[in-house]
């Protein structure tokens, strides 16, 4: 692999394969590596070729993730760090952190509390109603509604978390993104 110096310097958060293929993208177009940086020593982004990995397992904290982002900023002064989240959280943390970010510093992303709201999915589905933006029909479940009540579609069902963020702040045992249920029955269990 040959590898070039480019004005630019990306960085991605996260360690799943959605670093990777950020990573994948830069070398393809212009044969550089990418810093990832995530929680854990795994995925493809760890040990990869393309990639330079460092772990943390605070990585989506702002107090870890903005010292990283001033010492490169520091070490490649003359190059554009493009930080580039590679999930929920650590879009939102470079978000929070944008207004801290050296002048060499790019974070592509609207301000947090913006962030925040959209990130929502309540807020996010009656800003798609607001604006005549089709989404999937969608049921707000919350603390004293009926679990057995009826849905105005039909199985199999997509189950998700409103707030993703909250939601893998409190990990447990059979913990998924989304749980598709198939039935009426299955949805009991």
Known sequence: ????SQSFLPVAFGGDINTYSVARAFYEAYHVKTRVYGKYPTGPSYNSKITIYQD???????????PILKDLAAKHKKKKIL???CGDSYVATLSQLKDQLPENVIAPYIPFELM???QQ???FYELCDKHGIDHPATVIFRKGMDPNME???KYPIILKPSNG???????FDTQEKVYTIRSREQRRI
């Open 1 to 4: 692999m040959e590898f070039q």
């Open 56 to 66: 943390d397992t605070r990585m989506d904290q702002p107090e870890v993730m903005l």
């Open 83 to 85: 930080a580039i989240g």
């Open 116 to 118: 925040d709201s959209l």
């Open 121 to 123: 999915k309540e807020r």
């Open 151 to 153: 849905l105005p579609f």
């Open 165 to 171: 963020i909250a939601y893998w702040e409190h990990p």
